[in-house]
């Protein structure tokens, strides 16, 4: 590590792919360039392996979009430094390809939503900040919907009409099957991965590495959460499909990290604090699914967004020295 | 009273008590115990009246849940012991079974309701207090609707597909029939009751005698804007049976009384602005009926939190003294 | 104008119209009689040019009623005669009659919603104000979508039941088509008639001879946006009819005046971010497009509402003298 920062300091090309490396790591709040290097280990994986080499394009152009909009808008520089401004972009170009077919007009879409993603953070930055929240994944959120619904007006994105009438199907629920194992530690480990867009059980691995190399009390949370979500999505009777798919478990895991490792000291009541909120982000992501139906349009990690900043605003209220009161 | 509060002082389940019957009271802004029992007393009677005591279970349920959570969230002791964290969960518990059949699964997340919905207000007040006004039942509605709406993907809350394609018949508007004088003195009471969600003329009693035991200005807000909404629901051509249920009013009677007593002190200029809020409460219950119902979704309050929070950011213009400027 | 301005400090009516004459020329965010008269007669033009006398009554009715309740509510003096609580009301009366039948009923509900736009924007001044940024027209689409979505369930504004399942149809896109030079010429004016809600060649240019006169940037950046948005709009592969009609463009070109002159020091870095805040206003009118067609609803100025905060709220990283950081 130390040779890295050195050679960091030393060179300006270095610097730049550290700040890519640290803007990966960021998805899971990890200012860590080797956990970054891990993390795209794993998006390469797992899109290669679903040969969908243009995810990974896609990823890898929205991350240098995000970054480069951030120096022309002259950013901070310990944000920058931090990859703060790359995340919301690498998830744009992740999100973008998952969602519409490659084109040369996706590509620029991806760079056009990559950069509206910095100015986006700043903005939505600026507001939360007086709260004391983060802007989260909110940025991505606010611009892939944007352009997702664009792309049904058009056909240079595709410009099929959404299904309006809905799509939901009837339920083959989870619970009514005996719990089958196998399922239940693919829905356990695609819960992790999803988080970049991916069910896939080499790529969830390979992020647990990367987050216990940076922390491993993220770590932790994160399988926390993902059993939690597993478990709670599947006692309430969620689809099979969705939940050993990690489709009901990504925003869950998102959240326990966040709320318990990343603005609050852990601690017994944290951690409980931190399962309520997890299992009310199950609801939420169930909620915005069928919400968004009519439209097509995925929830992406809006569940998490919603609920880590219900979960964070009230933030003086768990301190475990028995001080929480206002 | 003086009785009540001395062993209210003695006893930690007096003290409890006296807790959940204000958290009953606010509902409708109302910090007095006795106001309380006659608000559950009519809750009581309108839900067994409808052979629901499924609803009144719930409302006892998400009631204790949430005030419960406030302890163990340690929130501040004066707004604790006025209720102020008990009516969003009560709220909840009377709405979950209103729309959803009682089941163990059910009773569960009336119980997670009621306990996010005392994060969510925690949350909502630290950002609304900056502007002056306080969390009215946003915590409700929030926590409500994505429950409401995760039903449709969980088995274990029935989990039927939502209609989509809507469900609006065509209008049998008030308007063109005869004013019937019963079905209007029904739709004024009815909008009373149904800030509980049932319509019961009974209850529509019981809930004014509790309002005037503790403000007789509230109570004549509550008549008042009752007799507005339906009136102008009534000249607008809204459905009779929607009217005469008291379905269209509910909200109005909470903005007439949040409008014209609790926030602002009474006066013709502040209930000229209170009846113009009241009105414009009666387009939003319409306008959210309207957009929620391809998700079958129910407005709730919500129609209520959007105008009375439209009404009150403005605060500092209607100050009787003719001073209003900034 | 010497004459003019001594005239109105004579006479309390002068005065008046003055003030109606401002709140006219603020939907483009001037404060000048003269502008306003122009865009009062490029009004009446569109209006009696597609036969719609109706929409001109309307406009002047929202106009003259926002004005009223602002006088009302004693607001600011400063920002009454610049003609601030006017504008928001005078776009309500252009709209509600555009898309509901003419009656006696549509027309108190334009004072209703023009005196309910004058609270809304008092208060979402209130709140915005914090974050450096202004209301906009926010007030405006608020209680129009408000009123609009109402009337489906109001048999005296109509009464139709909204499509719910949607009507776009298969796309048609201009990109297919080879660049026609007179479709390319209308859609640019039309851009900034429809900001006035109307697709009118001589409109158009009498509203841009009112911003010249006014602001020669401000007339610039209305014709670059214009440009802008029917070039990228043609390129994504918009409908051509929608295109040409102007109706991706009159919320760009709302946003390419406010980034562009009203809110910042125009320059070349200036200039290259209101030209992506635009570009983003044509995805955001196409999103909303499709988002609001289940209910029938237009998305009415709303993207320029969201591009322009969202591209306002970081406003510290454009000062063109490099000191941009914060």
Not at 175 to 179: E, V
């Given at each position: 590590m130390q040779t890295w920062e050195r050679g960091c300091a030393g060179s300006a090309l270095l610097r730049f792919i550290d700040i890519l490396l640290r803007g990966t790591g960021q998805v899971m709040f990890q200012n860590h360039p080797l956990t970054g290097l891990l993390f795209l280990a794993a998006i390469a994986w797992g899109a290669l392996a679903a040969d969908a080499g243009a995810v990974l394009f896609g990823g890898l152009l929205g991350l240098v979009a995000a970054t480069l909009t951030a120096l022309w808008l002259r950013v901070d520089a310990a944000g920058l430094s931090a990859g703060l401004y790359g995340y919301n972009g690498l998830l744009v170009g992740l999100a973008l390809p998952t969602f519409l077919a490659p084109s040369p007009m996706l590509w620029a879409c991806v760079a056009l939503g990559a950069a509206v993603s910095v100015v986006a953070l700043l903005g939505t930055a600026n507001v939360t900040r007086g709260w004391g929240v983060s802007a989260l994944t909110f940025p991505f959120v606010l611009t892939t919907w944007l352009l997702l619904l664009a792309a049904y007006a058009f056909a240079g994105l595709g410009g099929e009409p959404p299904p309006?009438?809905?799509?939901?199907?009837a339920l083959e629920p989870a619970?009514?099957?005996?719990?089958d194992l196998a399922a239940f530690v693919g829905g356990v480990l695609h819960s992790i991965s999803q988080v970049f867009l991916k069910g896939n059980t080499v790529s969830a691995l390979l992020f647990l590495a990367g987050l216990a190399l940076s922390s491993r009390a993220a770590a932790l949370f994160a399988v926390g959460g993902a059993l939690l979500a597993v478990t709670s999505a599947h006692l309430l009777g969620a689809e099979s499909e969705l939940v050993s798919a990690g489709l009901l478990g990504f925003s869950p895991v998102l959240t326990a990290v966040a709320l318990g490792t990343v603005f609050y000291r852990p601690g017994w009541r944290v951690a409980a604090y931190a399962a309520l909120g997890t299992v009310f982000t199950v609801v939420a992501q169930a909620a915005m699914n069928v919400a968004f139906a009519p439209l097509g349009l995925p929830a992406l990690t809006a569940p998490f967004v919603l609920c880590t900043w219900l979960f964070l605003l009230p933030q003086q209220h768990l301190q475990d020295d028995g001080n929480g009161r206002r």
């Open positions: 309006f009438a809905g799509e939901l199907e619970a009514s099957n005996p719990l």
